[in-house]
């Protein structure tokens, strides 16, 4: 190998990709948005609050009944009815959202990737009945099963692996509930993910690296976990790209509805729907929580976009 | 044909059981109870309660009771609402979620439609990049902070838009945008993606060669394949926009199907929500079963057997 580095450096598919989508200034757009976005979400409380002197939970020690101030040089988005900054209350909102995301898109890609590659790697009825259950699925409004999920492992039932992820990012007690409303609609929004896995691997199972791994007695686990789902990266990866936006509305939707992210803890979603109250007399307590809301994931299609045509030429959908 | 119609329409009716039972058992599967209120009953009266409604009898009993209703289209009165039947509940508020759901959808065919088509004519121009973004903006934004803001706007700061409920033509205005934008938004971007696609191809080429008038090419050999992925996106869409959307009918007071179907999840109102996931479920698949039987006629290469 060593010897050819001189003569021609190949180019990777990752590689390739990356060029493409740097070429893209919407999706760079996005990337830009997110890594800024994280940065402030994670970092925010810690250095900007502390320049600006606010936090998430102080009240003004004033008398005054109007507790709602409009945005100013001290607060910069307003503060909310308590008097309690409302732009340090996005930021820690933030912390949840871009969670619900990260955690949500991971559950769903767990199951959606196991599901659809064993049902494309088996074939047959095995497919048939798995994917008929696929669609069933989908026509069970996705509320009911959220609420079903939340029910049924509410308190002492939450799974020790759901509870487990919770501590390990500083969880305790009421923090669980909320890790357990990102683990709910993980297990509800993989449906898509598992059909553009299955077709995956039905167009692959059948190439001779498949075969060579058979003939050398690879397990069907195997074949399946190492061999088949590392070919199917390309539109796994765009795919929960374009997850985290949607369960990231699912929560904000869920909250608006008050089944999501309850009190004390806040999401952009919870923020948002609590502004809605307020929307004649105290507009920026909609506004500002909305449109942070709405420019992440304004970032995040852009750069789901953006990665599918830099990863995929082959398919532009919508 | 006939044979294709008539097989999908059978297989319509397991279907809907299938979904039916898997409702059935997620409802029974969470702990709690459709009279388990803040206040505990006393044991004799959760007795009385539970022989009233079957509860006490064995599950397949109670399920075999359940589907037997259900096969003759009886959901049974409402656990919640005193003495009102599943269906008079389904009658009474689904012309409201359908007319708006309906005008949404046509708003958003003829907006996403000709917004999709001009972008795919003119790739890479400022109108394809400005709709482009302005339907990734219609995405990104959440139907329950657009409605908000739009009453804001248009109810209370200009006055020229009643800001809620059901009384009129102009009341109609804000509900039926804020539903229709996101649709609109998907199909401006579907027809886009599908038109640049169909655009390429040879049968278009072949088209034009043939010395076919740039209208005709257009209108009567693209758009017929253009607009393939728009009709199967229809099917799913309508089912759910005729199904009314909660947040629409939450922010504008509508009495629409969508919040009452919330509402009875909340309530645990078995037999509404039944029904309502009964009635939704077979839309859903009439709706694809049109969407399937329309491909025959937009692209002549697709046939059924």
Do not use: C
């Not at chain 1, 619900?100 to 095995?126: K, P, Q």
């Not at chain 2, 005008?103 to 999709?116: D, H, I, N, Q, R």
């Not at chain 2, 990734?136 to 809620?164: H, K, R, T, Y």
């Amino acid at each position: 190998m060593s010897d050819n580095k001189e003569f021609v450096k190949g180019t990777s598919l990752w590689k390739d990709a990356w060029r493409r989508l740097l070429k893209n200034k919407l999706a760079v757009f996005g990337l830009v948005v997110m890594i800024v976005m994280t940065i402030l979400v994670v970092f925010g409380p810690f250095l900007l609050l502390k320049i600006l002197g606010v936090d998430a939970t102080s009240v003004p020690d004033n008398q005054d009944l109007l507790k709602a101030i409009p945005p100013n040089a001290k607060h910069w988005m307003g503060t909310d009815d308590l008097g309690r900054d409302l732009f340090a209350r996005v930021i820690q909102g933030g912390r949840i959202s871009l969670m619900v995301g990260v955690i949500s898109t991971f559950v769903s890609l767990v199951v959606g990737v196991s599901y659809g590659a064993i049902a494309g790697y088996v074939g047959g009825r095995v497919d048939n009945f798995m994917m008929r259950l696929v669609d069933i699925f989908y026509s069970i409004p996705y509320i009911l099963l959220v609420i079903v999920l939340l029910e049924v492992f509410k308190g002492e039932n939450t799974p020790s692996i759901i509870t487990a992820v919770s501590e390990l990012f500083g969880g305790s007690g009421p923090l669980n509930q909320i890790f357990l409303l990102f683990f709910a609609l993980g297990l509800v929004s993989w449906l898509t993910m598992a059909r553009v896995v299955r077709g995956q691997v039905l167009s692959l199972k059948n190439q001779e690296f498949v075969m060579a791994a058979k003939a050398t007695g690879v397990s069907s686990f195997g074949i399946i976990f190492r061999h088949l789902v590392p070919n199917t990266l390309g539109p796994v990866i765009v795919y929960a790209t374009l997850t985290i936006p949607s369960v990231m509305l699912s929560e904000a939707f869920l909250s608006y509805l008050g089944m999501g992210v309850q009190a004390p803890y806040a999401s952009w979603g919870s923020l948002a729907a609590e502004g809605i109250k307020n929307i004649a007399i105290f507009p920026w307590q909609l506004i500002f929580p909305g449109v942070t809301m709405a420019l992440t994931l304004f970032s995040l299609n852009f750069l789901g976009d953006g990665l599918r045509d830099a990863l995929d030429p082959q398919t532009r959908k919508f | 044909m006939w044979h294709f119609i008539l097989k999908r329409l059978l297989t319509i009716i397991p279907m809907a059981l299938i979904v039916v039972t898997v409702t059935w058992g997620l409802i029974r599967l969470a702990p709690g109870n459709f009279y388990s209120g803040e206040k505990k009953l006393p044991p004799a009266i959760e007795k009385n309660i539970r022989a009233k409604y079957g509860l006490d009898q064995p599950w397949y009993v109670q399920y075999g009771k359940v589907i037997g209703r259900i096969v003759r289209l009886d959901f049974g009165d409402s656990l919640k609402y005193e003495g009102q039947s599943v269906n008079t509940i389904i009658k009474r508020h689904l012309p409201y979620s359908a007319t708006i759901g309906i005008l949404a959808y046509l708003f958003a065919v003829v907006v996403g439609l000709s917004a999709g088509i001009i972008a795919a004519l003119k790739q890479n121009s400022g109108f394809d990049y400005g709709s482009m973004a302005l339907s990734m903006l219609g995405l990104s934004v959440p139907s329950f902070v657009m409605g908000p803001i739009l009453v804001l706007v248009f109810s209370l700061w200009l006055f020229i838009l009643p800001p809620a409920r059901f009384t009129g033509l102009s009341s109609l205005v804000l509900p039926v945008f804020t539903l229709g934008a996101i649709y609109a938004a998907y199909i401006a971007r579907m027809t886009r993606a599908g038109m640049l696609e169909i655009l390429r191809s040879d049968y278009i080429r072949t088209a034009r060669a043939k010395g076919l008038s740039e209208k005709t090419v257009l209108l009567k050999h693209a758009l017929r394949g253009g607009i393939i992925p728009v009709v199967s996106f229809t099917g799913p869409a309508l089912a759910s926009l005729l199904a009314g959307t909660v947040v629409v009918e939450r922010v504008f007071a509508i009495p629409g199907l969508g919040n009452m179907f919330v509402q009875s999840v909340f309530n645990r109102d078995e037999p509404l929500i039944l029904g309502v996931v009964a009635f939704l479920s077979i839309m859903l698949m009439v709706f694809n079963l049109i969407v399937d039987i329309s491909y025959g006629f937009l692209d002549p290469r697709i046939r059924y057997e």
